[in-house]
């Protein structure tokens, strides 16, 4: 079966230092790969999303950026943080066509000093 | 474009009520794929069900159902004898027909608090 690992739990960084959370999914091949915010109290905002390794796209320009070096690795950075960044980022994978659902990671609270 | 409203942001009954959550959608498509998500306290989105435009039947799971009405562009979420457990914030999401990257469309989340 398949199965979706999130790293770390929880992180508190200060303001202008660099970020590196990284998710992995075992169990299948070639997913799409997505990146979500969740602002405290608030919806989902897509940040990044992936069909491949080395394609990314953005959805919402920022200080934030994606890479995925391997099929079922994709990771979420930044050279310099900001307050705005707090927030919940949540990992997720889905194969085939549009009619299958994303499957979730168990999130990273981002907390920034 | 596609849309996905949950009127509903917080909503809050006690132990053993029905309640309902309501998902109004927008679309252009004649294909598409309606989904809902559970998210508990602890943070991480629960996949409930998936729905295709062109099968309205309305579905029971357990204590869940949903109720597909394509004529009023309506994807309802009904939990009967609601627990404690069932509190959560709860998302509906729409799928197009051939959208490169499998993207989702998210409501903005109805907050369900069962009290006891």
């Known amino acids: 079966s398949q199965t979706i690992h999130q790293w770390p739990a929880t992180l508190v960084q200060p303001v202008g230092s660099p970020l590196s959370l990284e998710c992995t999914v075992e169990?299948?091949?070639?997913?799409?790969l997505y990146w979500y915010r969740q602002a405290a109290g608030r919806g989902l905002q897509l940040l990044f999303y992936?069909?491949?390794?080395?394609?990314i796209s953005s959805e919402v320009p920022q200080n934030l950026s994606a890479s995925r070096p391997q099929d079922r690795q994709f990771i979420l950075s930044s050279k310099k943080l900001l307050l705005s960044d707090s927030g919940f980022y949540l990992c997720?994978?889905?194969?085939?066509?549009?009619?299958?659902?994303?499957?979730f990671g168990d999130g990273t609270r981002l907390s920034i000093l | 474009a596609q849309k996905v409203t949950q009127a509903q942001t917080e909503i809050s009954v006690v132990e053993k009520e029905d309640v309902t959550l309501d998902c109004v959608y927008e679309?252009?498509?004649?294909?598409?794929?309606l989904f809902w998500y559970k998210q508990p306290p602890s943070g991480e989105l629960v996949f409930l069900i998936r729905?295709?435009?062109?099968?309205?039947q309305n579905e029971i799971s357990g204590r869940y159902s949903w109720n597909f009405q394509k004529s009023t562009s309506s994807f309802n979420f009904t939990i009967t004898a609601s627990q404690v457990v069932d509190s959560a914030v709860y998302f509906c999401?729409?799928?197009?027909?051939?959208?490169?990257?499998?993207?989702?469309?998210f409501g903005g989340g109805t907050r369900l608090m069962v009290k006891p």
């Open positions: 729905r295709n435009s062109f099968d309205e």
């Open positions: 169990g299948t091949s070639n997913p799409n």
């Open positions: 999401a729409l799928s197009e027909l051939n959208n490169a990257g499998n993207m989702l469309t």
């Open positions: 679309t252009r498509d004649t294909t598409y794929y």
């Open positions: 997720a994978w889905s194969v085939g066509d549009s009619n299958q659902p994303q499957h």
């Open positions: 992936s069909v491949g390794i080395g394609q």
